[in-house]
T-cell receptor
Framework: DTAVSQTPKYLVTQMGNDKSIKCEQN?????MYWYKQDSKKFLKIMFSYNNKELIINETVPNRFSPKSPDKAHLNLHINSLELGDSAVYFCASSQDTVVVNTIYFGEGSWLTVV | AQSVTQLGSHVSVSEGALVLLRCNYS??????LFWYVQYPNQGLQLLLKYTTGATLVKGINGFEAEFKKSETSFHLTKPSAHMSDAAEYFCAVSVNNDMRFGAGTRLTVKP
C-alpha cells in the first residue's frame, strides 16, 4: 500500500483554469504538507496542516488553497492557473511528536500550464 | 527560520570513487537533519537522519553522514560510488516539524 498517494501524477492544463490535486496518507500521521519543486529542483514548503488546522502558510499566492477534510487528506486547489505554476507538487506527511519527524513524500504531481 | 546550504549543485565522480556531498545548516535551536534522495521522475526517499545521540549516522545504500555542530555541517558520504547512486540529493533541516530543504546536489557517476 502506498503510504502517501497523490493524484493526478500528470496534469496538463491551460492558463486560467482551476485544478485540484488530491493527497491521502494511510500512515496515521497528524501533519501533512504541500511542497513545490520548480524546474531547478528547488523544494519549497507551501503549507502545513496539523489535525486539519493550518500551521505553516508560506508566501503563496491566494490562488492556492489547501483543504483538509480530515487528517488523512490534504488537497490543493489552484485557481486561475498561470504559466509560472508549472512545477512538481509534492504532498507529504509526518507524525507530530517531539521525536522527529521524518517526512514521508508522495511521488509528486507534475503540473504543466500551457 | 532555519535554512540549509548545499555546496555544489552538481557533483561528478567515477564509479568506485568516494562520494562527498556537502551540507551546512543554520538554526537557532538544535536541529534535526536529513538527507533525501530523488531519482528521476520520483518522489523523495529518506536516506538518513540525525536527531540526537551519535553524530555519525548510517543510512541506506551505504551512505552515512556526520553531524558536526562546531562546523554546522552534515556532509553525506559513501566510500564507493555505484552507477545506481546517480540522483538528486537534498539536505534538509527541521525545527518543530517545519522542514526546509537545500537546493539539491545532482550526483553523476561515470563508468
Amino acid at each position: 500500500d502506498t503510504a502517501v498517494s497523490q493524484t493526478p501524477k500528470y496534469l496538463v492544463t491551460q492558463m486560467g483554469n482551476d485544478k485540484s490535486i488530491k493527497c491521502e496518507q494511510n500512515l496515521g500521521h497528524d501533519t501533512m504538507y504541500w511542497y513545490k519543486q520548480d524546474s531547478k529542483k528547488f523544494l519549497k514548503i507551501m503549507f502545513s496542516y496539523n489535525n486539519k488546522e493550518l500551521i505553516i502558510n508560506e508566501t503563496v499566492p491566494n490562488r492556492f488553497s489547501p483543504k483538509s477534510p480530515d487528517k488523512a487528506h490534504l488537497n490543493l486547489h489552484i485557481n486561475s492557473l498561470e504559466l509560472g505554476d508549472s512545477a512538481v507538487y509534492f504532498c507529504a506527511s509526518s507524525q507530530d511528536t517531539v521525536v522527529v519527524n521524518t517526512i514521508y513524500f508522495g511521488e509528486g504531481s507534475w503540473l504543466t500550464v500551457v | 527560520a532555519q535554512s540549509v546550504t548545499q555546496l555544489g549543485s552538481h557533483v561528478s565522480v567515477s564509479e568506485g570513487a568516494l562520494v562527498l556531498l556537502r551540507c551546512n545548516y543554520s538554526s537557532s535551536v538544535p536541529p534535526y537533519l536529513f538527507w533525501y534522495v530523488q531519482y528521476p521522475n520520483q518522489g523523495l526517499q529518506l536516506l538518513l537522519k540525525y536527531t540526537t545521540g551519535a553524530t555519525l549516522v548510517k543510512g541506506i545504500n551505504g551512505f552515512e553522514a556526520e553531524f558536526k555542530k562546531s562546523e554546522t555541517s552534515f556532509h553525506l558520504t559513501k566510500p564507493s560510488a555505484h552507477m545506481s547512486d546517480a540522483a538528486e540529493y537534498f539536505c534538509a533541516v527541521s525545527v518543530n516539524n517545519d522542514m526546509r530543504f537545500g537546493a539539491g546536489t545532482r550526483l553523476t557517476v561515470k563508468p
